[in-house]
T-cell receptor
Framework: DTGVSQDPRHKITKRGQNVTFRCDPI?????LYWYRQTLGQGPEFLTY????????KSRLLSDRFSAERPKGSFSTLEIQRTEQGDSAMYLC????????????FGPGTRLTVT | GDSVTQMEGPVTLSEEACLTI???????????LFWYVQYPGEGLQLLLK?????DKGSNKGFEATYRKETTSFHLEKGSVQVSDSAVYFC????????????FGDGTTLTVKP
């Protein structure tokens, strides 16, 4: 078990550019979550997948954001036409299916939009 | 909606002092409760959990009791160490809500030698 990994760890981009982040969950976990964390606040839910199906999206996820999990394994989160307000830490987590299985978090990708 | 409120920080303590970080919640359904810890430069790590009323979660000398009557899950430790310096997050998951977590804003703990 190598844990949840995320790539890249840091991304600096100019406003208006597109960025894509990758998350590799723990292999036997069929649920995968994306959260966003801004300085001084706790993580906020963005979206989650069960296997390859995206089952819920937060209102925080504007139409510039898209997430995929094509084969039910790794996931990507793309932000198009980035804005300075998108600067944050993007966290990925995975878990087994069920209501009380804890989520295991990756180290996050820190995005800075200049 | 669901929400978690943590005591405002930062909290600064001397080594071997007692720690309490308050956490209260509002939930639309029956929650499971969690404390996560985030060390500098690292991701969130689960510290402890409790899944039903009156359960006590414990780990690494930390403990928290699920109090349904006061909707609270306060984190406690009898004697803190410098290595406990980190940000602590209280969180809940509603059992019927597909496991997505709702977090508090975190409490920064600094322990001085």
């Amino acid at each position: 078990d190598t844990g949840v990994s995320q790539d890249p760890r840091h991304k600096i981009t100019k406003r208006g550019q597109n960025v894509t982040f990758r998350c590799d969950p723990i292999s036997e976990h069929n649920r995968l979550y994306w959260y966003r964390q801004t300085l001084g606040q706790g993580p906020e839910f963005l979206t989650y997948f069960q296997n390859e199906a995206q089952l819920e999206k937060s209102r925080l996820l504007s139409d510039r954001f898209s997430a995929e999990r094509p084969k039910g394994s790794f996931s990507t989160l793309e932000i198009q036409r980035t804005e300075q307000g998108d600067s944050a830490m993007y966290l990925c987590a995975s878990s087994l299916e069920g209501p009380i299985h804890e989520q295991y978090f990756g180290p996050g990708t820190r995005l800075t939009v200049t | 909606g669901d929400s978690v409120t943590q005591m405002e920080g930062p909290v600064t303590l001397s080594e071997e002092a007692c720690l309490t970080i308050n956490c209260t919640y509002t939930a639309t359904g029956y929650p499971s409760l969690f404390w996560y810890v985030q060390y500098p430069g690292e991701g969130l790590q689960l510290l402890l959990k409790a899944t039903k009323a009156d359960d006590k979660g414990s780990n690494k000398g930390f403990e928290a009791t699920y109090r349904k009557e006061t909707t609270s899950f306060h984190l406690e430790k009898g004697s803190v160490q410098v290595s406990d310096s980190a940000v602590y997050f209280c969180a809940l998951i509603i059992r019927t809500n597909a496991g997505k977590s709702t977090f508090g804003d975190g409490t920064t703990l600094t322990v001085k030698p």
